[in-house]
């Protein structure tokens, strides 16, 4: 089955304490993003990469981290996680910059 | 970069009547136009779109329409009904291919 998974789906933490939500895909897709969703403000890019190795700043990308080390997977890491990243988290990939697929999405609370 | 404006932000329709949303875009060059469905806690999901060399898009009750002149594009949901509701997100790619989301429509059909 194509799909878009992520882990974890939810996750409560503390400020300061790294972390990392995987992102993987089974489609063979170059462009993967993750994105942010918060109330009243829609789905913003993070970051994006249409390739292997190839990462790039979205809109929002203060205070994290990705790579894309292997075709399928785009993780995203939070060095420093604090209140203000406390949101929502999809992960989505394409086969070009056109339909998305997203994962099921990562609640995160930092405290 | 893109910028895209959607409106209303909620919209509350009686079940069996029409729901239409509305978004404008800035990037003349921009030539892709998805409309994504999320449900509550569930994952975006493209019910349509449109690419710039076409002025209207129908897919049984949702209908997608383009006035590249004016920058805007709208979703039309005839004879909605429950399972209607959900936020609506559409989106535009900007002259780099990257995708830009609106701030969402919450549609509420009242039966």
């Known amino acids: 089955e194509a799909q878009v998974t992520q882990n974890p789906r939810y996750l409560i933490t503390v400020t300061g304490k790294k972390l990392t939500v995987t992102c993987s895909q089974n489609m063979n897709h170059e462009y993967m993003s993750w994105y942010r969703q918060d109330p009243g403000l829609g789905l913003r890019q993070i970051y994006y990469?249409?390739?292997?190795?190839?990462?790039d700043k979205g809109d929002v990308p203060e205070g994290y981290k990705v790579s894309r080390k292997e075709k399928r997977n785009f993780p995203l890491i939070l060095e420093s996680p604090s209140p203000n990243q406390t949101s929502l988290y999809f992960c989505?990939?394409?086969?070009?910059?056109?339909?998305?697929?997203f994962g099921p999405g990562t609640r995160l609370t930092v405290l | 970069g893109e910028n895209v404006e959607q409106h209303p932000s909620t919209l509350s329709v009686q079940e069996g009547d029409s729901a239409v949303i509305k978004c404008t875009y800035s990037?003349?060059?921009?030539?892709?136009f998805p409309w994504y469905k999320q449900e509550l806690g569930k994952r975006p999901q493209l019910i349509i779109d449109?690419?710039?060399?076409?002025g209207e898009k129908k897919d049984q009750r949702i209908a997608v329409t383009l006035n590249k002149t004016a920058k805007h594009f709208s979703l039309h949901i005839t004879e909605t009904q429950p399972e209607d509701s959900a936020v609506y997100f559409c989106a535009a790619t900007d002259s780099w291919g990257k995708l830009q989301f609106g701030a969402g429509t919450q549609v509420v059909v009242t039966p």
């Open positions: 989505a990939s394409s086969a070009n910059h056109n339909e998305q697929f």
């Open positions: 449109i690419r710039s060399n076409v």
């Open positions: 990469s249409m390739n292997v190795e190839v990462t």
């Open positions: 990037d003349s060059a921009s030539n892709y």
